[in-house]
């Protein structure tokens, strides 16, 4: 089976800190994916990668930037968190494209 | 017009009911569609996809688009306490993207 480990189920951060979310694939993916999970507003995208150091922007990139050092793992980063940033965040990845995403269990992270 | 729309819901069913979910979609160059469901403190996971107008079943499951009207629905038969679930339909928007719905929360109650 594919897994997508999120490194944090929980966090809790305060305002202006830099936040590190990690995510790792096993299943030697070419893309990958950060999103975003708000009530009302549902999953919206942050940042995407179809391949190693290799970054696209998403949907809502403000405020983020991401890291993709070695094909399993990517990263995103808070530079300075704040109260907006309040969510659950989830990585996905794929073989191809978006035909079939594989994603984690998410992590909440809480920006006091 | 946003370009997926799904009614949040939230839908409670007696076990046993026949569930409709359902999107609208506003681009009628999209080709494929897909329905991913999402249980509590999980993150999603893909539950059917479809290319053409038309049904595709898979056991309790159908998905059915409507190129004409820009409608997809997936219907669960027979429904359980285990589909209780958030089910979000998404679709392929160029560019690598993703276009999902906002999700449906179903609860079947025993």
């Known amino acids: 089976d594919v897994k997508v480990t999120q490194s944090s189920r929980y966090l809790v951060k305060r305002t202006g800190e830099k936040v590190f979310l990690e995510c790792v694939q096993d299943m030697d993916h070419e893309n990958m994916f950060w999103y975003r999970q708000d009530p009302g507003l549902g999953l919206r995208l942050i940042y995407f990668s179809y391949d190693v150091k290799m970054k696209e922007k998403g949907d809502i990139p403000e405020g983020y930037s991401v890291s993709r050092e070695k094909k399993e793992r990517f990263s995103l980063i808070l530079e300075s968190a704040s109260t907006n940033q309040t969510s659950m965040y989830l990585c996905a990845s794929s073989q191809t494209g978006v035909d079939k995403l594989f994603f984690g269990s998410g992590t909440q992270l809480s920006v006091l | ?110």
């Open chain 2, 1 to 110: 017009q946003k370009e997926v729309e799904q009614d949040p819901g939230p839908l409670s069913v007696p076990e046993g009911a026949i569930v409709s979910l359902n999107c609208t979609y506003s681009n009628s160059a999209f080709q494929y569609f897909m329905w991913y469901r999402q249980y509590s403190r999980k993150g999603p996971e893909l539950l059917m996809y479809t290319y053409s107008s038309g049904n595709k079943e898979d056991g309790r499951f159908t998905a059915q688009v409507d190129k004409s009207s820009k409608y997809i629905s997936l219907f669960i038969r027979d429904s359980q306490p285990s589909d209780s679930a958030t089910y979000l339909c998404a679709i392929p928007g160029g560019s690598e993207k993703l276009v999902f719905g906002k999700g449906t929360k179903l609860t079947v109650n025993p």
